[in-house]
Antibody
Framework: QVQLVQSGAEVKKPGASVKVSCQAS????????IHWVRQAPGQGLEWMGW????????SYAQRFQGRVTMTRDTSISTAFMEVSGVKSDDAAVYYC??????????WGQGTLVTVSS | QTVVTQEPSFSVSPGGTVTLTCGLS?????????PSWYQQTPGQAPRTLIY???TRSSGVPDRFSGSILGNKAALTITGAQADDESHYYC??????????FGGGTKLTVL
């Protein structure tokens, strides 16, 4: 079955970078886009961007451009999302999700990122 | 910047029917926005209910249905059950390879 397994929780100091991984299994990794979505504590879902695992092409939400980088490694069927210069309001649960017909079909379990000095 | 609007909260009686809506600040919702709906309980990842306006995701009971009602996307729950008490989010493709989520609706079943 389709599974997206994300890396574990992270604690980062303000100004540091954090990189979250999302390993896919149960399907052809290069056949479906991967989205990244985050959820701050007590808040709603926020779309961050997507990566095309086949080409490596990306699209980012405007507010994340220049600070978020999405990459992939097809040899291990894994997508990565890195946030540079984290601030307190980057504290959130970060989810990866597989695209299907312009929706977020399958979700990873989420990765909690805490920002604390 | 496109804003997607949802009712902040709604309540329904057990066995009742409720329709949640999802609108656009920039105009009317159509199928071209590929509206989708997600259910989320605290501490869990979202679960996909509806995609492409009205297609149920695998394993979703048929008491959940999606549609366009007037100028908004809609999620209707027929015969509400206690475990339908959740947050519900809609999302839409707004063009230029971008998606936007609504702020979510907290549904109470009582």
């Amino acid at each position: 079955q389709v599974q997206l397994v994300q890396s574990g929780a992270e604690v980062k100091k303000p100004g540091a970078s954090v990189k979250v991984s999302c390993q896919a299994s149960g399907y052809i990794f290069t056949a479906y886009y991967i989205h990244w979505v985050r959820q701050a504590p007590g808040q709603g879902l926020e779309w961050m961007g997507w990566i095309n695992p086949k080409s490596g092409g990306t699209s980012y939400a405007q507010r994340f451009q220049g600070r978020v980088t999405m990459t992939r490694d097809t040899s291990i069927s894994t997508a990565f999302m890195e946030v540079s210069g984290v601030k307190s309001d980057d504290a959130a649960v970060y989810y990866c999700a597989r695209d299907y017909k312009n929706s977020f079909e399958e979700w990873g379990q989420g990765t909690l990122v805490t920002v604390s000095s | 910047q496109t804003v997607v609007t949802q009712e902040p909260s709604f309540s329904v009686s057990p066995g009742g029917t409720v329709t949640l809506t999802c609108g656009l600040s920039s105009g009317s919702v159509s199928t071209s926005f590929y509206p989708s709906w997600y259910q989320q309980t605290p501490g869990q990842a979202p679960r996909t209910l509806i995609y492409n306006t009205n297609t149920r995701s695998s394993g979703v009971p048929d008491r959940f249905s999606g549609s366009i009602l007037g100028n908004k996307a809609a999620l209707t729950i027929t015969g509400a059950q206690a475990d339908d008490e959740s947050h519900y989010y809609c999302a839409m493709y707004v063009g230029s390879d971008s998606w936007v989520f609504g702020g979510g609706t907290k549904l109470t079943v009582l």
